[in-house]
């Protein structure tokens, strides 16, 4: 029978990577090889890249690319995407280009609130507790002041601590719902280290109450930690250009052209099944930025779907209209973001995406990613609505294709040809290939 391992945490890089290799794969020797393959000969930045997380093998490349030609509130940008997708940073790259020529995006922060959580336990009047907790108010200050010093010289800090009484979810479920300002910091840590500081106030204050005698105890903390769901860290991005400033394409005037991009965002915001691969559009502009600039894409994933469910249906993100003679398109998209922190001053390739940005701070970068997600959004409507995606998305894929069958590069340069006028598709590419090769034999 299979026997777990003991203190695989405890064992080298190299015995790691040997226990694997030799436990799960068919050829140990050709697995070692390739894991190491991919470590940096610099050792010193490959043990800085070991240690961003635990149990390190190796390096698992991520393409960085980048999309130049945004104009972002009439600042050029060019911007740093890491992404395994194809087509995503052409389509980028085309939308910044598109709306170069009309006046280019605008973007701004309306809101930058973060949000943490003490998940407790009462089982007495929820009276008393509001009492209790208006009392303590001052000691809960007082008890995190040597946390949040820092961060309110900065501006920032703790905005808000209320108590929300949940007991009609479940019995006894209150929470300490608070309020933060982070600055330039995502601010998970500190918002975390905030709350577990307020938990153990809570309970100590608690144990002391006189009106709480006899109650054992009478307070239970659950849970210390910060919400993902961020609706009050918001940032809006938007362009607009008159409907004859729009492309007739595919035999569409530019107003044609706009009525069906307005169609096609009314139809992701009454149908989740065509919401969700339209907000996954808009996200592989958003993510691509979020980890180019080392920021947690998990934490913004989660937020922003539940955002776009926010309404009790999972919906569109952006939004269309047209309006005396213009078409606007927009989107509002909680961010919650950090320039500071993290590997944002560690991994030497973020630094290098920040510096492209011109080194913005947390909310320059907000808007960035969200002007990101709009254009990813209107490439693949503009491409949806006219020639469909397949032409554009698998000229661009069309390099994977020709790598997975080993193309030459002569054989690459033929095919890219040959190809630059018909759709491509997996058959074709193999067809195509196979009567050029039989054509040398
Ligand atoms: C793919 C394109 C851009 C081709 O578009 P095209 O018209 O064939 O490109 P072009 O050769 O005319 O070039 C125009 C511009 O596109 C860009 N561009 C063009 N080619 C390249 C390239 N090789 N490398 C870098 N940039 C490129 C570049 O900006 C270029 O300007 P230039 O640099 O020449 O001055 C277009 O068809 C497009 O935008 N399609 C949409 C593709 C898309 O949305 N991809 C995302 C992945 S599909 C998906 O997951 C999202 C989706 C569709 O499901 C979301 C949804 O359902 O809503
Ligand atoms: N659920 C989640 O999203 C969780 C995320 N994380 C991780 O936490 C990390 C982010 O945590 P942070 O607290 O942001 O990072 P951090 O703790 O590494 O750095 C933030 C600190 O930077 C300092 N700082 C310096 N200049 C600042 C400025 N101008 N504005 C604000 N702070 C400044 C402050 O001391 C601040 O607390 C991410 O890597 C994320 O993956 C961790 C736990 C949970």
Known sequence: MDQPIEGFSRLSKEEKIQWIAQRYTRHPRQTEALLQQYWNPDAHLQQLHDEFIENTLSNFYLPLGVAPNFLINDRLYAIPMAIEESSVVAAASKAAKFWLERGGFRARVLGTEKIGQVHFLFHGKAADLQEFIDHIGPVLRKDTAGITRNMEQRGGGIRDIALRDKTEAMPGYFQLHCTFETLDAMGANFINSCLEQLAATLVREAK??????????????????????????????????????????CGLTGEEFARRLVQAVAIADCEPYRAVTHNKGIMNGIDAVVIATGNDFRAVEAGVHAFAARSGSYRSLTRARIEDGQFHFWMDVPLALGTVGGITSLHPLVRFSLELLGDPGAPELMQVVAVAGLAQNFAALRSLVTVGIQKGHMKMHLLNILNQLGATEAEKTALIDHFKNDTVSHSAVVETLNALRSQAL
Do not use: H, T
Request: with cysteine; aromatic share 8%.
């Open 208 to 249: 002391a109450y006189p009106a709480f005698q006899g109650m054992e105890p009478p307070v239970e903390v659950l849970m210390s930690i910060l919400s993902n769901y961020v609706p009050g860290c918001l940032v809006r991005a938007e362009v607009s250009c008159p409907l004859e400033a729009l492309p007739a394409e």
